[in-house]
């Protein structure tokens, strides 16, 4: 028997805009993996509802806003970076929903500082826009 077609998404509002699907979707076919990935608008206050209409097949969502502060309250844990950063933006859904925030290490090249850095913590929660530096 076939192992099920795996799920995984992007979700936010609006999300239309998003290219996620189409490079994650290359990027499965280019490792010879049968997943796939599609963009879900999913508003503040709607990912509770979101998470449980989810079955086993689903393996891990991106979050963009106003979602990632809401998944904070949402997982059973979460990654120092997560944590630091006030917010959650991809979910790994693997013997239960690990929160992570690739925005942090991703973006800045003060992450390192990162706990101790207010700016880099407010950037990466989408909290607001930094300021110029």
Do not use: Q
Not at 11 to 30: M, T
Request: glycine share 10%.
């Amino acid at each position: 028997m076939a192992e099920p077609t795996r799920r995984c998404g992007v979700l936010g509002d609006p999300i239309e805009h998003s290219l996620s699907p189409v490079l994650h979707r290359a990027g499965y076919a280019a490792v010879g993996l049968d997943w796939t990935y599609d963009a879900h608008r999913v508003p503040a206050g709607g990912l509770p509802e979101f998470l449980a209409g989810l079955d086993p097949t689903w393996r891990g969502l991106s979050l963009t806003m106003p979602l990632k502060r809401e998944a904070m309250t949402l997982v059973d844990d979460v990654t120092p970076h997560a944590t630091v950063s006030g917010a959650v933006n991809t979910l790994v859904l693997d013997d239960g929903l690990h929160g992570h925030n690739t925005d942090l290490p991703g973006r800045s090249p003060r992450s390192a500082n990162a706990p101790t850095d207010p700016w880099v913590r407010r950037w990466c929660s989408g909290a607001e826009p930094p300021p110029p530096r």
